[in-house]
């Protein structure tokens, strides 16, 4: 089961989070903050896993973004990277040439899509189409 | 004033509120935590006053705002309510808000959530699809107990509509509802079926997952949903067959994710249930062998594969696949599958230890690696892989490691070296050599105890003694700081430091160590800051017990050394220092007796007997071990496993108890007696008696003892060893006090020869002899006997049990009386034998025994 997702600069600032575990408010900044700290400490060439607490992050950078994955023993880790390219893929689709910047001024469409892809922990879709389709539609009747 | 211009000036005090775009904006451009944070609350504000003026048109634009000030980190609970709200507005975008605000401002913790209960259930019947997939999103993320027991019956009705979408997430709200309320798994459980016919390859996934979740809770729906293990297979099959396809393809595979879930749910299937595996024995085989491993993809799905076969009874063809993919992965470039591999190789190594014996190198090479996760993983492994053969070049490569490791490897590797070295080591110099190089390299990280079973262990080895102190001498001399060590070699240097001044050890040089040189270390170790207060105890104990070995000039300087820490703060070493001046100053006669060389230490281990008392699983080997035959000394021996009594049953060596260990004896057998009756009763059955006369016989005397010799043999197992054989043996010569007749009656002749034993004058050696002269045999012969509380008795086993008719041989049997009170002996007995197939039993008194017993 995913724990949860995020999406952090290297400077640590939250992009994007998303829980499926039950977490105080108050201490979601501390878990990203500590987490943050682990994966900077760790040189490019190293293993993308992490044991943390009693979970494993799975993480992986694409130009100054981290995207960070929190599963519990019985995911597989290396299907866990396969859906972090999956969701890059996805917000690239939709998207195109997708920057960091793009990320941040639309959060809320990014909720949307990581909604449609993964549900209280679990993948839901894996076809890029299908994933989009229903924010396209809503985009189209704006 | 025109009425445009009324109009600009009314509006103008009303701004719209600004985009979530220009928010972020501004955020970014705050340059200062601080100036953020005012940016920050001053759009909270404005928005809290809009929330309160119900503005509805542009409600979903704030509450976005307040959706993400709460993600950098702000409390912003007061978004909830309008989050409600939003869920009702009729449209889509207010209810997209609204919904995603629930998911993640809420859980089930607040109460608020459960208002939104019924837009919940009106959205499930809405025409729309999107909307019915957003509440069915919602309700799957956060939905309480409460709330699932309200919707399930919604959700189950919409696990059966013909809309793909609509089904799969469906289907994962039935997980959380599974996991919430287990009860209401059953309502679920005919739809699944169709659900996994599904050509969605959206609700296929979500179908496995919820029969995972579902087999997870009960294990009756397991054995239920075994059935579903061919259609699973077929959906494999499918996946690796079938062509290119477009939609959900990644890389050339075709759905890994779909592929890695079923295999996944393969496993939970095919656990512990030989039919299940056999039906997946084909497919495992299949993917495994056709799966790209260039790409991560393919890694993941191999990986997945690997895990389902080691978990199933697989057949063995399989799992040597299995293990082959494995390795292969130790050798690919990309650190995260060797992780991976050192993961399941962990797991497999407990049941597939050959196999895995063959990837040593490789996992030796991985301990070098830089990367924390892939060292930890190998040193797991390392220890899990070390046997008697290998032992050597592990713990080598082992040590290298420890040299170089971070601090949290240090102590759980050198804690496990110590246990690998204890159980597989080749011969005792190899052993402390290796113990002696993990302190130096672990340093203050060693685990407490090893520091006394290292010492336990040089007290033992008498040879190597002088080169141990060598070793430790140099070591200390080098570094100072390490406390383990520091005490290890204090203490070694305070019993053997006689030998390390005499200098010559064989196969190394001899270095030249003067008194006045270990005095010095002895000195700089207690200055030292570096220094423990357990370092200080055993510096100043050393200390004190070279005085005891060292020449008179040195005492002078020991007392310098010691005296002064009488007056130290703290209280145990002043408590040492104070004892040991007396020591030297006023008992000085005494010094040399009390600082003798300390004996061997016994090993402190748990499966053996420490001091007379027997542990629980000695108790239960005797329970279960008592064969039926009467004469089961011999055989409880052999069964409680000591190699060391090859004696025939007629002459039993047995370990001899201390005397004064009678009372434990008594207990242990009163407990015996009352609580297993079968285990004494071979040996006091043939009596006839009950039981319950046994302690009759015992009121105001001392220990009856029928069952000596077996407790004496199990008492004593790994204890001293004393030469009893040569008393029993060399002492029916000519006694120089008369025999006397204890017994005549009835052709059962018994006859007592006294021997006094040499070392102990008040202890004599009773030789009984019981002879028979009628015709019939007696065979179960016991006989038994007590003395008065003043004296010590200790009945050794028989020669047999079975006196031969006709005088025509005899059974001996040693009893041991010890008078230290120099009083006169009685003596009562009681015996018991059979003959002609009745039992016959006497008890009697013997008072006549010589006068000059004793003297």
Redesign the interface.
Known sequence: MIKFVLILTKQGQ?R???Y?M?IE?TE??TLEADVIRRILA??P???????YEDYKIVYRRYLALYFIIGIDD?E????T???IH?IVETIDKYIPKVTDLDL??N??KM??IL?EMI??G??????K??ILA?IQ??DS?? | MSVLQALEEKLSKMPAPIR??DL??NI?AARTAADERSVVQKELAQIRDLFRDEDSVYRCRNV?KV??I????Y?A?FGQLECLKLIASPR??DK??GY?GA??LL???HDVHLLMTNSMKNDMNHNTQ?VV?LSL?CL??ICSPEMSRDLAGEVEKLLKTSNA?IK??AA??A??ITRKVPELMEMFIPSVRSLLNDKN??VQ??AV?LVHEMCERSPDTLLHFRKLVPNLVRILKNLIMSGYSP??D?SGVS????Q??VL?LLRVLGRKDPDASEAMNDILAQVATNTETSK??G???L??TV?TIMDINSESGLRVLAVNILGRFLLNND??????ALNTLLKTVQADMNAVQRHRSTILDCLKD??I??K?RSVELCFALINASNVRTMVKELIFFLDKADPEFKSYTSSNIFTACDRYSPNKRWHIDTMMRVLTAAGNYVPDDSVSSLIQMISETGSLQAYIVQQLYKALKDDISQQPLAQVSLWCIGEFGDMLVAGVVDEEEPIQVSEDDILDLGESLMNATSSSQVTKEYALLAMVKLSARFSPQSLERIKKIVIPYSQSMDMELQQRSVEFGALINTYNHMRAGLLERMPPMEKKDTDKVNNGELTDEQLESREISIPSTQNESKGLLDILGDGDFTAPVNNQPNKSEPMSSGGELLDLLGGLDLSAPPTVAPTIQPMGAPLNSVPNLMDGLDALQPMTTTTTATMNLMNQNTDLLGGLTNNIGAPSIPPIMAVDKDGLKVEFNFEKEGSAPHVVNITLKATNSTTNPFSSFIFQAAVPKTFQLQLMSPSGDLVPPNNSGAITQLIKVANPQNANLRMRYKFSYSTGGSTVSDQGEVNTFPANMFT
């Open positions: 939250t994007l989070s998303h499926y039950p408010l979601r900044p760790r040189a060439g190293q293993c993308s896993f992490l044991d019985d597989n880790e290396v299907a990277l396969e859906l999956l941040m001024y959060v809320e909720h949307m909604d549900m209280n679990r993948v839901v879709e894996t076809c189409n299908k229903p539609l809503m009747q704006r | 979530l775009k972020i904006r970014r976005a959706l993400y709460h993600m950098l980190g409390a609970h889509f975008t997209r808000i995603l998911t993640l859980d089930e913790r999107y997939g999103s799957g993320s979408y799969k997430k994962l709200c997980v959380r390859h959206g996934l979500t997952c939609e959900h990644v759905d890994p994710f779909l890695v879930k996944q991560n993809v890694n993941a799905i990986y997945e895990l650190k995260n599958i060797r992780y991976v830089s990367d996760s892939i930890k």
